[in-house]
């Protein structure tokens, strides 16, 4: 039966379906992100080679990311299969329908209903499941992971995001604010205005406002502002609780992404200091990384109901794969001997072997590892398998720690 806060959830989605999202821009843009790239999945999840047919569910599918994201890198390669958008939100479906049909999508099959009947809604059988910053959202996040384990493949994994409780910070002070000022009982409209008048009235000591790390209320208009400060029911994670969450259903964590963000040693410069973390297991050692950063404001990870292993570059037959694409751009960026990333104003940087300009300007995403080789072989006859595969080696693990390179096999 529903409860007052299921009512004033979905009274909230059909306001405010999120993200909030123009049909119209689907002729200008694909947004892309984690979870659910289509190659991200395959590196993470299947050492590389997709299975087809490939059926793909995306519980909570709101306005439709990652829906139209997967539908789409489907449709470009080809891939059969299909993409079953699950929500209750007949306001979400509305605008995830009119960005599928705006691009033609014809791999999509939109279904209404709760995740914790997936079942019953949309049958079994998945090899993929994204369930994208819904299941902090649910009366029992621990009975919704179990709903989705149970549609699932023995093959197959998910892709899952959860709000990060320490970057955070400050949102659930706002939020009890708001309970208060602006109870769950008005309609949405009164409230998204009283919670507006609320925030600008706050002192600049309040959490909230000292926090840079969540944007949504200044930068994702009122569906952002809704979502993130007048939620009827959100909590968030640590990591510790994530992999409880995750353990409960009997899903093990493949990787985080970004790894090098779970990493104390992306932070840490004092030797000893990194020693100790380093010598933590890695589920302390990503705990760590969080307690460290201060900044991580969710987690993405890629699940698994087995003890899975993103694919390794070690057959000459795999094609690496750059997330941007360009390998010459990027290159360049290696010359330095080091690769950086800012991730909320923090520099990450990682060293990166001599040769690794030369490598990752030859790949384009569809030459192969030993291809690779054999042309860097031309200019430095003594450059052997065993050779490259070692300087490759160092280079992948940098590139992989921020999530940058993924291998698939042709
Ligand atoms: C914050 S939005 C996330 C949408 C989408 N996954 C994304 O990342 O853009 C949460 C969505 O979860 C949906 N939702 C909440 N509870 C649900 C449930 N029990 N079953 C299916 N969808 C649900 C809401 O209707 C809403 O569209």
Redesign the pocket.
């Known amino acids: 039966m529903a409860t007052d806060t299921d009512i004033a ?1 979905a009274a909230h ?1 059909a306001a405010y ?3 909030a999202r123009n049909p119209a821009d689907e002729a200008k843009r694909l947004i892309e992100g984690s979870p659910s790239r289509l190659a991200e999945i395959e590196h993470y999840l299947f050492d590389g080679r997709l299975p087809e047919p490939f059926r793909a569910l ?6 439709g ?2 829906t139209i994201m997967l539908a789409q890198h489907m449709a470009d390669r080809k891939l059969a299969g299909e993409v079953v958008w ?4 007949p306001a ?1 479906r509305a605008v995830a329908e009119a960005r599928a049909a705006a691009r033609g999508l014809t791999n999509i099959r939109f279904v209404e209903g ?3 009947d997936a079942e019953a809604a949309v049958g079994g059988g998945f090899d993929y499941v994204d369930c ?3 299941l902090h ?2 009366a029992a996040p621990e009975a ?1 992971l179990a709903a989705l384990r149970a549609v699932l493949k023995a093959t197959g994994g998910l892709g899952v995001m959860v709000y990060g409780a320490i970057g955070r910070r400050g949102v659930y002070d706002m939020q009890a604010l708001g309970d208060v000022l602006a109870p769950q009982s008005l309609p949405p409209a009164e409230r998204l205005a009283v919670g507006r008048r609320l925030f600008a009235d706050l002192p600049p000591s309040h959490w909230l406002k000292r926090n840079p790390f969540v944007r949504d209320h200044l930068d994702g208009g009122d569906a952002g502002f809704y ?1 993130l400060l007048l939620h009827a029911r959100d909590r968030a994670y640590t990591v510790p609780e994530f992999v409880a969450l995750a353990t409960s259903a009997g899903l093990e964590i493949v990787s985080f992404i970004e790894p090098a963000l779970y990493d104390p040693a992306a932070y840490l410069r004092d030797p000893k200091l990194k020693a100790k973390a380093a010598a933590l297991p890695p589920l302390a050692q990503a705990a760590m990384a969080e307690q460290i950063a201060g900044m991580l404001t969710k987690h993405v990870a890629y699940l698994a109901p087995d003890a899975r292993r993103p694919a390794a570059p070690d057959d000459p037959g795999l094609i690496p794969i750059l997330r941007d694409g360009d390998g010459p751009a990027l290159a360049g960026a290696l010359r330095s001997g080091r690769i950086v990333a800012k991730h909320m104003g923090v520099e990450i940087a990682i060293p990166v072997p001599k040769l690794a300009p030369a490598m990752v300007r030859r790949i384009d995403g569809e030459r192969t590892l030993g291809e690779i080789a054999e042309d860097l072989r031309q200019a430095d006859a003594a450059l052997n398998w065993p050779k490259f595969q070692a300087a490759f080696q160092d280079t992948f693990q940098a590139l992989h720690r921020l999530n940058l390179i993924w291998l698939r096999r042709p």
């Open positions: 959830v989605y379906p999120y993200p995306v519980a909570g599918g709101g306005s990311d990652a699950l929500d209750l939100s979400a709760s995740l914790l994208c910053g819904v959202h649910l919704g979502d």
